[in-house]
């Protein structure tokens, strides 16, 4: 069953019926929204604390990652759960999920959740692939100017106390060539940073793209590498992407020159990078991600770079200031909220993007079902046959993969037709989940 409805009768003039300028919308809610919980781990940013709570949620908010025990027992009653990075979300941890409708990745990646098996139990996965992209193209910049000059090692020397002002192997970045792997939107924003000071931009993508100033694609990954004295990545985590930057690609960099990977852990093979830092084969490398991340801040990070010389290692933090963060938190909180209260899986990772326009703030009629169902022939047909005898006033539907996303505003006169829409449509053998808002 579900919560009642209170349907009032609302006498509307003709005049106000051709009211163009009246274009307030009713804020929908799925159910007295006090009962909705949210699970926020790993110290996302406060703003999205707030207005996850404005919208009369239940907040639990924690600002380390859990255990996976103590996730699985918090994971069994709430609504949704926000996480960054270190939270993994496997088929194991969801399957204890008993009312969870969505997961807010507060990060650009997604990888740490299962993202099949969610949709496959009906929850919808939203992430915020561009807020941080400014703070990681500046972090590549810093490192470019850090390595050129070997700051990293003049500082370490400096706190062991050690004076060695050199100028060998140190250099201006102006008239130097940086090419891009992956010219997407911290690519694109990082080749506009760069030639502000000074240098030539190559980059390779494997999508055509429009260049940006005065930047030029490379024909294949093969000839960037080759011409570059920077290299930085930027690609996401695929099988295409893993180990892309191994032995042979790096034998084809230039003497002397720098590789920066501020994008996935599982993109350069690590030992191969190890061997052409101490062999001098390149002049530095700075890394800000790796193949395997400690859960918690503290000692514990092993890594066959630590010690290579002019090598810049920091523990993922491209995406780390308050800026992006707080970016981050208004737009993935956001989505959450639409997602609950109106249904909309717009920018969504692992569901079909639909959405339907606002309900009129004088229509108190009208309610919204949304529907989420495994995508096979007759399902439709089975929806749209238990709405036959009311006023649809609109709908949409779409699939991505397995499963099939359907939303449609139905006028109803008394709270009995609302319980029967929604018993129906639930007894369907397709129906995977089915909400009510009003």
Known sequence: ??????????????RDSFNARDTRTRNLKPFNSGDIKILLLENVSAKAVDILKKAGYQVEFHTKALDKAELIEKIKDVHAVGIRSKTKLTEEVLSHANKLLTIGCFCIGTNQVDLNYAASRGICVFNSPFSNSRSVAELVIAEIILLSRQLGDRSREMHEGVWNKVSKACYEIRGKTLGIVGYGHIGTQLGVLAESLGMQVIWYDILPVMPIGMSRAADTLDELLAEADFVSLH????????????????????????????????????????????SGHLGGAAVDVYPTEPLANGPGFESALRNCPNTLLTPHIG????????????????????????????NAVNFAECDLRAIPETDLTTVRIVNVHQNVPGVLRQINNILADFNVNKQISDSKG????????????????????YEQITAISENIITRVLF
Not at 1 to 14: A, C, F, G, H, Q
């Open 1 to 14: 069953m579900v919560d009642t409805l209170k349907i009032e009768s609302v006498p509307i003039s003709r």
């Open 235 to 278: 690609v996401p985590e695929t099988p295409e992407t893993k180990d892309m930057i191994g032995e042979r690609e790096i034998s084809l960099m230039k003497k002397g020159a720098y590789l920066i990977n501020a994008s996935r852990g599982t993109v350069v093979e690590i030992d191969a990078l190890a061997v052409a830092l101490k």
């Open 319 to 346: 995406g780390s200031t308050e800026e992006a963060q707080r970016m981050i938190g208004i737009e993935v909180a956001n989505a959450i909220v639409k997602y609950i209260n109106s249904g909309a899986s717009v």
């Open 402 to 421: 397995d499963v099939a996303y359907f939303m449609a505003d139905v006028t109803v006169n008394e709270n009995s037709e609302i319980n029967t829409i």
